[in-house]
């Protein structure tokens, strides 16, 4: 890549902990930067902010993956009892929600498939 303002903040990105890249970067946006990230590395109380900033994106970002699988399974199992009381009748949902509350969403949409064929409901439940 030419040199120029991209291929320096492209180095910064990829290199900022390796002196010797840095020292040949010229564009002076880059080398404000990386002064500030020494400023900040060498700061004892800034590093750990920094660290628990970064665990707590972490962590944020694996509790609304969590949350978002979670209800994709509630869906599911909301919309396979629907469908299994709308062909069998409520007490054949109601015999089977627990089991179906606890499935996972992917059991669950097999299970949702098999319905379409399904002339007894515990085809739903078994594979053919």
Do not use: Y
Not at 75 to 104: M, N, Q, Y
Not at 107 to 126: N, Q
């Amino acid at each position: 890549m030419p040199p120029g303002p991209l291929s320096a903040w492209i180095t910064f990105f990829k290199h900022w902990r390796e002196e010797v890249k840095m020292a040949k970067v010229t564009h002076e946006p880059v080398k404000k930067a990386m002064s500030r990230v020494r400023e900040l590395s060498a700061d004892e109380e800034a590093r750990r902010m920094a660290f628990v900033r970064e665990r707590a994106l972490r962590d944020e970002v694996s509790l609304l993956n969590q949350a978002r699988r979670e209800g994709e399974q509630k869906g599911e199992a909301s919309v396979l009892l629907r469908l299994i009381e709308c062909k069998f009748g409520p007490e054949a949902a109601e015999a089977h929600r627990e089991r179906i509350e606890r499935s996972d969403a992917e059991t669950l949409l097999e299970w949702s498939e098999r319905i379409l064929t399904a002339d007894h409901v515990e085809e739903i439940f078994h594979a053919a």
